[in-house]
Nanobody, 123 residues
Framework: QVQFVESGGGLVQPGGSLNLSCAAS????????LGWFRQAPGKEREGVSC????????NYGDSVKGRVITSLDKSKKTVYLQLDSLLPGDTAVYYC????????????????WGQGTEVTVSS
């Protein structure tokens, strides 16, 4: 069973940066895709990022593109997310997830996800 240990959420200031990490476990696949999606109350689920262990392919959601960086530590199966220039609209629960692949439309291919970490962007 896939498990996720997510950390880094909390209260952050507008214009600041968010740094999340997620250690995944419970699967033995050599090739896998890890990433993040987010959801705020009353809003649609949004794909944030994905990164593939096979070739390092990365894709980002349109809502965060240009402000986001993700990376993967294969030895730890840990995915990192940095989101800069935070906006109040970035407030959401951020979920670490496995995806079926890191395609451009990766948000449509969510497999499993963790409990999520709440991020509030407010001064």
């Amino acid at each position: 069973q896939v498990q996720f240990v997510e950390s880094g959420g909390g209260l952050v200031q507008p214009g600041g940066s968010l740094n999340l990490s997620c250690a995944a476990s419970g699967f033995t696949d050599y090739y896998y895709t890890l990433g993040w999606f987010r959801q705020a109350p009353g809003k649609e689920r949004e794909g944030v990022s994905c990164i593939s262990s096979s070739d390092g392919t990365i894709n980002y959601g349109d809502s965060v593109k240009g402000r986001v960086i993700t990376s993967l530590d294969k030895s730890k199966k840990t995915v990192y997310l940095q989101l800069d220039s935070l906006l109040p609209g970035d407030t959401a629960v951020y979920y670490c997830a496995t995806y079926f692949g890191c395609w451009t439309d990766f948000e449509d291919y969510i497999d499993k996800w963790g409990q999520g970490t709440e991020v509030t962007v407010s001064s």
